[in-house]
Nanobody, 113 residues
C-alpha cells in the first residue's frame, strides 16, 4: 500500500493553475515535514517547496510568488497551489517525507498550449 499518494496533475495551458494534493497515511501526520519535488524530462529531480510541522514554508526561487504550499493535518494532506504555470513547470511532481524517506509515485503536470 502506498504511504504517500499525489493527485491533481494534468494538462493546463500557459498561465493556468493546478492544485496538487499529497496524502500521507500516517497516524501522527502533523509532525512530518513534507516536500514537493519535480523532475522534468532529462533533468535531475529538484526541490520545489517544503512545509514543516509548524507551517513554515520554503520555495525554490523559480516558483516564488506563483506556488503556495499548505497543509491540512486533519486530512493528512499537503497541497501545492500552482498559478501562472509556464511550460518550464512541466514535470512529474513528487511528494516526499524527509523523516521517513517515503516518496509518492508522482503526478504528471504538463503545461502546453
Amino acid at each position: 500500500q502506498e504511504q504517500l499518494v499525489e493527485s491533481g496533475g494534468g494538462l493546463v495551458q500557459p498561465g493556468g493553475s493546478l492544485r496538487l494534493s499529497c496524502q500521507y497515511f500516517r497516524t501522527v501526520f502533523r509532525i512530518y515535514t513534507i516536500a514537493w519535488y519535480r523532475q522534468a524530462p532529462g533533468k535531475q529531480r529538484e526541490l520545489v517547496a517544503t512545509i514543516t510541522s509548524t507551517g513554515t514554508t520554503n520555495y525554490t526561487d523559480s516558483v516564488k510568488g506563483r506556488f503556495t504550499i499548505s497543509r491540512e493535518n486533519w486530512a493528512n494532506a499537503v497541497y501545492l497551489q500552482m498559478n501562472s504555470l509556464q511550460p518550464e513547470d512541466t514535470a512529474v511532481y513528487y511528494c516526499f517525507a524527509p523523516l521517513t524517506q517515503d516518496w509518492g509515485p508522482g503526478t504528471q503536470v504538463t503545461v502546453s498550449s
